[in-house]
């Protein structure tokens, strides 16, 4: 961690008395990029008492594929973007730790889109309908001031849509890869009067690149944007995601890998593992400014999520009356409103600004679960398909949230303070009753505050420190399985943390920045793995952990077209007490211990991303490289096995040509250009030891592009 500070103000130092040139636009995001770190009080980046970065549009589109966020997350330190290349479980996404145990999904951090929340009431949240190909930007929070936005613990991510206009911009394009990737874009974007639009369609297919891997993804994406007058507008927005079939090569056992690092399990293909996901969505949002700058915002939202899974479990483990089967099939639906008002005024002549609010969502789960094969279970005659039925129950979840948050701006210190009430209540019908009546109900509640402090040491240098108390609730899917039934374990209890950070925020000289924070959390009754099997895992809470860590940035220009971007990680989550747990399937009982001081697993311990690029704009010619390095992540959380520390590197070019109203840009890139073997991603406490998911070795994108401004 010392070593890690050092090189870091040692870079800082060097990027200070760099001659550097403005970025271009959609490029390096630096100080004046305003967010919303804080709900309804945008600010600075540069003025804000807490780690946020902002990745540009063209960061997130050019020279890459576009369709994971994992690529561009690797940009901002704290976050870990793994991408499992298995699209039947998404990618996994986690903030300073938080969120690392989630199996599928993101937990543990809450999502956005267009201020539409993709995480449900109960905390589980999804990136496949996140659309890059219509997004200005993506803002990423860490830390103390996440509890403002309710029950997550880590952070926050949020993806914005451009708008429209003012030119008519008509947009195709096309992307060839490895494995027999392929993608094809659409986008339209304009501003017809007072209605600004910006609509896109993606196609999307692979073979994988592990057999039985191969995935298609459709997906659409829209913002209708209509300004009323000047201080008035109303923008609607929607999307929509269609994942047929999206085949589960599952983890490899340490000895399946070593053997074949890019093969796959034997029951991957005997249960036909896969997948299928819809997604629906839209929301509608009003703003309008009052006299004096007051302003009054409000938001509601409708959405449906249908997924249907087919798990390779045995027959014979699903013989008794508790078993839910080896296919789980979901049908959801679920809709929200938020009303904020934001008063700006004095305080001893000093402006502030407060936002008060309140915001309700409902989340209603039709769960199904059926066997995964015909016949008797000693000798079916089919496998991997759905056969009888084996859970029937409603599953509903509501919250109800009450927020307030000030900024207090003074000449040389500025004060950020918030408060937030979540309550959360879980409650489930059975409706299969052969195994008895499982129904029950549960409720979660919690009053977090949160405070900052900026000393605005020069107009280049800012100094912070915060803190701030953080609530996760139990998902569905983690109260989803009592060890040895299918009934909801409402013994979970909500995990809550306490947040410290202090940081630092410089400008280096014109168009260089560089932040560094340091943090602590200690979370109580935070949900672990107890068991993993078939896909199906039940949980319990660890009586304390313990997270420390330091984050570092850099990113700037030289003369001569030169740029860099540097992101860096270290960070130390352990378990801070003793407890048992299960290391074979089946197990009722956890009966194995875990030492207090055990690294929390599916966390790399330190963490690195950099970018060196050269453009030469007069040709419209961009060269660059890439790093990424992932530090040791262990697999179970007794630590008997890990993945290793792996540093790829990537290569990518582009081109841009005007003719007349047209512009086309083309780009290749190579990943793992030293066809690095490493692991990718682990599956935490699989108790069957298929902990691994092999990284791709070397590979290969092309892609063409070609847009007409009117």
């Not at 952070?155 to 008509?170: E, K, N, Y």
Request: net charge neutral.
């Amino acid at each position: 961690m010392r070593r890690t500070l050092v090189a870091t103000a040692a870079l800082m130092a060097l990027g200070a008395h760099a001659q550097t040139s403005p970025a271009p636009e959609g490029g390096l995001v630096l100080n004046p990029v305003v967010v919303t770190a804080t709900p309804g009080l945008p600010q600075a980046a540069f003025d804000t008492p807490a780690s946020v970065d902002v990745v540009g549009g063209s960061q997130i589109r050019d020279g890459q594929l576009g369709v994971n966020v994992s690529e561009s997350l690797a940009r901002v330190p704290g976050i870990t973007a793994l991408n499992r290349q298995n699209y039947a479980q998404d990618i996994q996404v986690s903030s300073r730790g938080y969120g690392a145990r989630s199996t599928f999904g993101v937990r543990g951090l809450r999502l956005y889109t267009d201020g539409i929340p993709a995480t449900a009431p109960d905390g589980q949240g999804q990136v496949s309908h996140f659309d890059l190909l219509t997004a200005d930007r993506i803002e990423v929070l860490r830390g103390p001031f996440s509890a403002l936005y309710g029950n997550s613990s880590g952070g926050v991510i949020s993806l914005f849509t451009a708008d429209g206009g003012p030119q008519t911009v008509g947009e195709v394009g096309a992307s060839f890869g490895s494995d027999g990737l392929r993608r094809e874009t659409v986008r339209a974007s304009g501003q017809n009067g007072a209605l600004q639009y910006n609509l896109g369609a993606s196609l999307f297919e692979t073979d994988g690149t592990r057999p039985h891997s191969a995935a298609s993804r459709d997906a659409a994406n829209g913002k209708l944007k209509y300004n009323i007058d000047g201080d008035t507008k109303l923008s609607l927005v929607f999307n929509e995601v269609h994942m047929p079939d999206v085949q589960d090569a599952l983890g490899l056992t340490r000895a399946e890998y070593n053997a074949n690092p890019q093969g796959t399990t034997a029951n991957a293909f005997t249960y036909n593992t896969r997948k299928t996901v819809s997604q629906t969505q839209a929301g509608l949002v009003f703003e309008k400014r009052l006299a004096g700058g007051d302003s009054f915002k409000l938001s509601g939202w409708d959405g449906a999520r249908g997924t249907e899974q087919w798990q390779a479990i045995p027959p014979s483990t699903q013989v008794a009356a508790s078993s839910p089967g080896g296919v789980i099939a979901l049908d959801r639906s679920y809709q929200g409103a938020d009303a904020q008002y934001t008063l700006r005024t004095r305080l001893a002549d000093a402006p502030l600004a407060v936002t008060a609010g309140m915001t309700t969502e409902r989340l209603r789960e039709n769960r199904f679960g059926y066997q995964n094969f015909i016949g008797p279970a000693a000798a079916p005659t089919q496998l991997g398909v759905q056969g009888a039925l084996r859970r029937d129950e409603v599953n509903s979840v509501r919250s109800f949230d009450q927020y307030v948050q000030g900024v207090w701006s003074l000449s040389r210190w500025s004060l950020t303070a918030g408060l937030r009430h979540s309550q959360v209540d879980f409650s489930s019908e059975d409706h299969y009753l052969v195994n008895g009546n499982d129904s029950g109900s549960k409720s979660y509640s919690a009053t977090n505050p949160v405070l900052g402090l900026v000393f605005h040491a020069t107009d280049n240098l800012n100094l912070y420190a915060s803190a701030g108390r953080g609530f996760e609730t139990p998902t569905f899917n983690e109260l989803a399985y009592r060890p040895g039934g299918p009934g909801l374990n409402f013994n979970l209890q909500a995990a809550t943390s306490r947040q410290y950070e202090l940081g630092a925020k410089a400008l280096l000289g014109a168009g260089w920045q560089g932040n560094v924070a340091v943090y602590q959390a200690r979370t109580a009754n935070e949900l672990a793995v107890l068991s993993n099997s078939g896909g199906r895992s039940t949980y319990q809470n660890v009586a304390q952990t313990l997270r420390q860590g330091v984050e570092a940035s850099l990113a700037g220009r030289w003369d001569g077209g030169w740029s860099a971007q540097l992101a860096a990680t270290v960070l130390r989550a352990r378990y801070d007490s003793d407890f048992l747990t299960c290391v074979a399937a089946p197990c009722t009982k956890p009966t194995v211990p875990v030492a207090s001081g055990s690294l929390i697993p599916g966390i790399p311990r330190s963490s690195a991303f950099g970018e060196l690029a050269w453009s030469h704009q007069p040709w419209g010619l961009v060269l660059a490289s890439e790093m990424r390095y992932t530090g040791r992540i262990m697999a179970d959380d007794r630590n008997t096995d890990f993945a290793p520390a792996s540093t790829v590197f990537a290569l990518r070019a582009s081109l841009q040509q005007k003719a007349g109203a047209w512009t086309f840009k083309e780009f290749a890139r190579v990943d793992n250009v030293a066809d690095r073997r490493y692991i990718g991603s682990v599956i935490v406490n699989e108790s069957n030891g298929r902990f691994f998911e092999p990284g791709p070795g070397r590979t290969w994108l092309i892609g063409l592009n070609a847009a007409l401004a009117l």
